[in-house]
């Protein structure tokens, strides 16, 4: 029997308004908080709540960047004579990204989502490592990197197996007493979330299901953990949207050529621009000024977002939609969802929550990056009393 174990379990998407008229985990998570969740997508979000710090700091924000120079992506050029139907098709793309993942030694996730082939020489993607590894972060440590240095084993959801395979893996290694800590990652709810919106009926019960696991997993671990600290939370809500913009039309019927005045990566939420030459901003800036949907985000802003990167490698203009609007087609996806998460974070829909039967989490954990520092904190803290006196006798110098 050990002394303690630290249980994060992090639910993608399970935003603080998706629980807040739900009974989700009263019976063994009570304390609630909202969360302000990071300026950005899970690309974002993740990396921030694994290292304790914002993007322009880990400098893991968007996926794909104007960067020419460092594109992988230049023998994928010939597909663009291929006709759209095929190169359009989410499993064609889906089914290439693997290649393209395992050919380029991607560690993290990775999809071309709808980057177009005529372009995709102009992109670099910057997620090639994987944050949920020690050493996955673009810059800085993560708490992989913490748990590694100071030898505490853990266990942490492998993105590539299923929600299911990975909760039996917890609890094999929690019937065996191996770990002092564990970091569980379920991304599904997300995925419906984004399928059938945030009041679908097929939301609760995703919701009772988590339930269930949770109390399967507590179950188990009352058997071998005297105590088990659990934080259940998430890195960001998710709004309906009710509004189409297609932006990337609007900008291209503009007398200005991609790759030779300037490029753009159309997110959902979100356009980044980059100009190639002194023309090209006045025009798309005037343009995405009279798009009533949206602003130009402006520098201020973006530095109080932790989002404002000195190189402007992200982008040189930031162009956010408001929430409910979605943009597309767009460099993610051709057709609608129901559902995105992305816009600004203090956005009603954006708020993340944490959820926990701790009765005393500080004050200052108020956004998503803060609960590094519980895991960091509650990590240590096992380390020392699962270390037990007994042992430590046994293996001091005599
Ligand atoms: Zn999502």
């Not at 290649?99 to 709808?114: A, I, S």
């Not at 939370?233 to 990337?248: K, P, Q, T, Y």
């Not at 009533?292 to 956010?320: A, M, N």
Request: a positive charge.
């Amino acid at each position: 029997m050990k002394a303690v174990l630290p249980l994060f379990i992090f639910i993608d998407a399970c935003g603080w308004e998706i629980i807040r008229r739900d009974p989700f985990a009263r019976g063994c998570a009570p304390f609630r908080r909202r969360l302000k969740s990071v300026f950005g997508y899970s690309s974002a979000c993740v990396p921030s709540i694994l290292s304790g710090r914002w993007p322009v700091e880990h400098r893991n924000w968007c996926y794909f960047v104007y960067d020419p120079g460092h594109s992988p992506f230049k023998s994928l050029r010939p597909l663009r004579w291929l006709p759209n139907t095929v190169t359009g098709r989410r499993t064609f793309r889906r089914w290439l990204s693997k290649f393209v993942k395992v050919g380029l030694n991607f560690r993290g996730y990775f999809d071309l989502y709808n980057i177009p082939f005529q372009h995709i020489s102009l992109f670099d993607f910057t997620e090639k490592k994987s944050p949920l590894r020690p050493g996955g972060m673009n810059r800085g440590p993560n708490i992989f990197d913490f748990l590694e240095e100071r030898q505490i084993p853990y266990h942490v959801s492998s993105p590539e197996l299923t929600e299911e395979a990975n909760r039996d893996a917890l609890l094999d290694e929690v019937s065996r007493e191996r770990i002092d800590f564990a970091f569980v990652y379920w991304p599904a709810l997300d995925g419906l979330l984004h399928r059938v919106g945030n009041d679908s009926p097929e939301v609760p019960p995703q919701l009772r299901r988590y339930e269930q696991w949770i109390q399967g997993i507590l179950q188990a671990a009352r058997r071998h953990y005297a105590e088990i600290r659990l934080y259940v939370f998430s890195d960001h809500g998710m709004a309906n949207c009710d509004e189409l913009l297609d932006l990337r039309s609007k900008i291209e019927a503009l007398p200005l050529r991609i790759g030779k005045d300037y490029a753009a990566v159309y997110d959902s939420t979100l356009a980044r621009f980059w100009f190639l030459n002194e023309r090209a901003r006045e025009p798309i800036a005037r343009c995405l000024a009279g798009i009533p949907q949206g602003r130009i985000i402006p520098d201020s802003e973006l530095s109080s977002l932790g989002t404002l990167f000195p190189d402007r490698y992200f982008g040189q203009l930031i162009f956010l939609v408001r929430e409910g609007v979605l943009i597309v087609p767009s460099h993610m996806g051709e057709r609608p969802i129901r559902a995105m998460h992305g816009y600004h974070p203090a956005d009603k829909h954006s708020y993340a929550a944490l959820c926990t039967n701790q009765p005393l989490v500080p004050e200052d954990i108020e956004a998503i990056p803060d609960v590094y520092r519980l895991m960091a904190r509650d990590a240590e803290l096992a380390r020392r009393k699962n270390t037990a006196p007994s042992r430590m006798a046994a293996s001091a110098p005599a």
